[in-house]
């Protein structure tokens, strides 16, 4: 069954039904998801979404801007943070006016709380600078947009899997859908395609991500000529559950939460004496891994405490009640009482498919645009986050960029009409899942996905090296090798999960070496990349973007420069 629509948005997280909110009153939207849409990753945000409201105590947009170039290690581009941190309070109000339930203040007015990096005065003092409904913030901006897009009448396609991106003489015109419910392949023709399809945690063993977090979009455009920027920068949030990984808030932190090692000591304080525990995130997980390094860990074992004992059970009943429910759960402790194991998860992708400051994608380091392509969100690179992304600075990004993205949608739709796209796409596909279902092979998809992710963890995460990286890369393109014998076992037509996950895992093989190759050619430590090897910040050689394509001979390096406008890089200390 073939579909028409003006505009068609590849996921339903808030980026996606931000930009969706924005376009449908002049437009034909479609929203596809593989996942139930309020079950995508933005539902689990818990610390908040940052704006300079100055609610709580005087803020400015001057300083979110500062904290953001200093956090990103002064490899973000200064004009789009600019954008984003002074449209920051509007994107807040208008999501109020929406129906999000903010916490509020004793006075009435939207509660904001600390979290790590954000500051008063460049980086003097802490500011209260996070807007949130208590911990569960994510859940109820997502709901929020899910209901106006209800209201406006957007059009879904919940779960169905994005297979391919069609391309008609040069022009991104349309995709192919895999209906999982009943197997039907579907192809949507469109005047412009939004790319929001979310980060690709799930490489790695250890994360916080869903399990729909595959980086399927970021590998289908690099597969279709996009280049990614900036692929190397994977950031590792400190305080992951022990030993599972899911996230613990840095709200915990923002609401008063100290690490402590093996010795009961405040090792912080060592490692960013002004701020100590509201440090940025490569900081305090390398912190963490340190301490753990040199035998200060938790009995010996591969975590730290976070303690919340000396806070007031009411705070942590009202503040952190998700993260109190699920540590009871999973842990069977009582973080009012007992402190809480944790060490550094796999949290969120800094780079992706580069756009310009309209969400449109860019072909090269020239700039030139592909034409009919958008992206926003986690799967996009604007670059707003740089080398380290500060918490709660990706939900800002989502509202402002993904509603940016919706007025640059509206506008490029009366330029193009649809172009007549063939059946051969679909035959393409038709043909790939044949070959699926009649392969003799027996490699098991499980076998390779879990050797994948322990790799990644041992030479691709908090610290790299030379060696390890060479090798990763070799081991990848050894599995990809092993990839071409998997066998699909299951041949039902519904609800085939595992064929999903066959070409989830090809995606994030492709992932797995873009990721190892960037970071083997950047020869300085900046950001969420560190080389032992290298340990010094480099800004004579590395103050650029990388942009890895792919060619016949396997991926290929090429740079762009970061934009500077306000703040020339200095050392970065907390
Ligand atoms: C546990 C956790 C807590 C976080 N807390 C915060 C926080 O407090 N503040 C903050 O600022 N940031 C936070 N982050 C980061 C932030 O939540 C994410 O970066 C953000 O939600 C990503 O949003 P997105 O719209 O880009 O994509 P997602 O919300 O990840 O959605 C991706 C969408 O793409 C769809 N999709 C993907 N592939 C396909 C395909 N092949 N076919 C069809 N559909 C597809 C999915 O179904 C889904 O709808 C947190 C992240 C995690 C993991």
Redesign the pocket.
């Known amino acids: 069954m073939n579909i028409q629509v003006d505009i068609l948005i590849?996921?339903?997280?808030?980026?996606?039904l931000r930009a969706a909110v924005e376009c449908v009153d002049q437009a034909t939207v479609a929203v596809?998801?593989?996942?139930f849409?309020t079950?995508?990753?933005?539902?689990?945000?818990?610390?908040?979404?940052?704006a300079s409201l100055g609610n709580e105590e005087e803020d400015r947009w001057e300083w979110h801007l500062f904290d953001t170039v200093k956090g990103s290690d002064y490899l973000g581009d200064q004009d789009a943070i600019e954008i984003m941190v002074k449209d920051a309070p509007r994107a807040i109000y208008e999501l109020e006016h929406m129906g999000v339930p903010f916490s509020r203040t004793p006075e009435g007015r939207i509660a904001q709380r600390n979290f790590g990096g954000h500051t008063r005065d460049y980086g003097k003092h802490p500011v209260k600078r996070?807007c949130h409904a208590a911990d569960h913030?994510?859940r109820v901006v997502?709901d929020t947009l899910y209901d106006q897009c209800l209201r406006h009448r957007v059009k879904f396609y919940s779960e169905?899997?994005?297979?391919s991106l069609v391309m008609e003489r040069g022009r991104y015109a349309g995709a192919v859908?895999y209906d999982l419910a009943t197997g039907e392949l579907r192809l949507i023709q469109a005047k412009v395609i939004l790319l929001?399809?979310?980060?690709c945690?799930q490489i790695y063993k250890t994360t916080?991500?869903?399990f729909?977090?595959?980086g399927?979009?970021l590998s289908?455009a690099y597969r279709s000529g996009i280049p990614l920027e900036d692929m190397e920068f994977v950031q590792f949030h400190p305080t992951g559950l022990y030993p599972m990984g899911?996230?613990v808030?840095e709200?915990a932190r923002g609401e008063g939460g100290l690490l402590r090692n093996r010795l009961g000591e405040r090792f912080m304080e060592r490692y960013a004496p002004a701020v100590k525990d509201l440090a940025a995130r490569d900081i305090v997980s390398r912190a963490i891994l340190t301490e753990i390094r040199q035998k200060r860990g938790i009995g010996g074992k591969a975590y730290v405490h976070l303690d919340l004992t000396h806070l007031e059970k009411e705070k942590i009943e009202e503040k952190l009640w998700e993260i109190a429910s699920f540590v009871r759960i999973y842990l069977g402790i009582d973080p009012v009482y007992d402190p809480i194991p944790v060490k550094p998860t796999c949290?969120?992708v800094m780079g992706g498919i580069p756009t310009d400051v309209n969400g449109r994608v860019l072909l090269d380091e020239k700039g030139s645009i592909a034409q009919g392509l958008f992206a926003?969100?986690?799967?996009a690179c604007v670059s707003v986050h740089g080398a380290n992304r500060l918490?709660?600075?990706?939900?800002?990004?989502?509202v402002v960029f993904?509603r940016r993205c919706g007025l640059a949608m509206k506008q490029a739709i009366s330029k193009y009409g649809h172009s007549t796209i063939s059946n051969d796409s679909l035959r393409i596909v038709e043909q790939k899942i044949e070959d699926f279902f009649n392969s003799k092979g027996r490699e098991r998809i499980v076998d390779i996905r879990q050797r994948m992710q322990s790799l990644m963890m041992e030479v691709g995460s908090v610290f790299r090296n030379e060696e390890g990286l060479r090798t990763g890369i070799e081991e990848i393109r050894s599995l990809k090798e092993r990839y071409k014998n998997i066998a699909v076992t299951d041949k039902k037509k519904t609800f085939n999960f595992e064929l999903m996950e066959a070409?989830e895992l090809d995606h994030q093989l492709t992932l797995s070496e873009v990721i190892l190759f960037s970071a083997l050619h950047r020869r300085e430590s900046r950001g969420a990349h560190y080389r032992e090897d290298f340990p010094q910040r480099a800004d004579r050689y590395y103050l650029k973007h990388s942009l890895v394509s792919q060619t016949s001979k396997g991926p290929e390096i090429r740079y762009k420069p970061v934009k500077i406008t306000r703040f020339q890089p200095e050392a970065r200390v907390y």
């Open positions: 590849i996921g339903a997280g808030l980026a996606g596809v998801s593989k996942v849409p079950r995508s990753h933005s539902g689990t945000a818990q610390g908040g979404i940052t996070a913030t994510g997502l169905h899997y994005l297979l859908l929001a399809t979310g980060g945690g916080s991500n869903g729909a977090s595959t399927d979009g289908l899911i996230l808030s709200a949290h969120y926003a969100g986690e799967c918490g709660c600075n990706s939900l800002l990004d989502l993904g070409m």
